[in-house]
């Protein structure tokens, strides 16, 4: 089944409980300067399950607001990047809870994977590449884990900002090369835990800045300008 919605309009917008999506294509959701047009859009949702979904061509492949309890699993998601402005964001995540993100495909997108007031998730076996801004970013997201994913080529790999107790760990932070990327970013970030990663041909492997008790250990950093630069 493809859904299409010839760059004028949202695909599927769901509110509610114990609803699965998936194995459809939906193409083509339209863009708006005014509202996040999106090809799923789940607000007010709970125990959601988006599964083996192709989204092509989107503004925003999947924007969740409010939603607890929800998986977006083995999802191809190619975007048609513009502009940062123009462009949405892959999978986006706006104050959410235990939400499990694994095993999708992003690219095309301006940030691959979006948390913002997203607590107690797990990102897991994603790739996330060639993505405009940033692989994967998050702010004010606290008690997450980001386990075993790809960032690669994007225009920075992944900015962790206004957060605590994070966990990263067995992530490939690959190829965000420019004049100002990195693999990590850290800011204003607190006890929380960089282990068993691996840095490669970043401009900087990881950037920190205001980042208190952090733990960093058992990485790999190869071929990067800057292995780490602490503020």
Known sequence: TILDGDHKQELLVISGSHITIKKLQFRHAGYSALNDYAAVKLIDASYVLLEDN?????YFAFHISNAAYCTIRNNRIIGIPKTEQLTGNGIHLWK???????GNQVTGYRDGIYFEFVTESVIRKNLSEKNIRYGLHFMFSHGD???ENIFRNNGAGVAVMYS???T???NHFEANWGASSYGLLL????DSHIV?????????????EGASRIEIERNIFRNNGWAVKVQ
């Open 96 to 102: 959410s809870n235990h939400a499990l993100i694994e």
């Open 168 to 170: 990263m760990e067995r």
């Open 187 to 190: 800011k204003e970030i607190t």
């Open 196 to 208: 068993s990663n691996v840095f490669l041909k970043n401009t900087t492997g990881i950037y920190m």
């Open 145 to 147: 884990h980001y386990i």
């Open 164 to 166: 605590k107790h994070v």
């Open 54 to 58: 192709l989204v092509y061509d989107a």
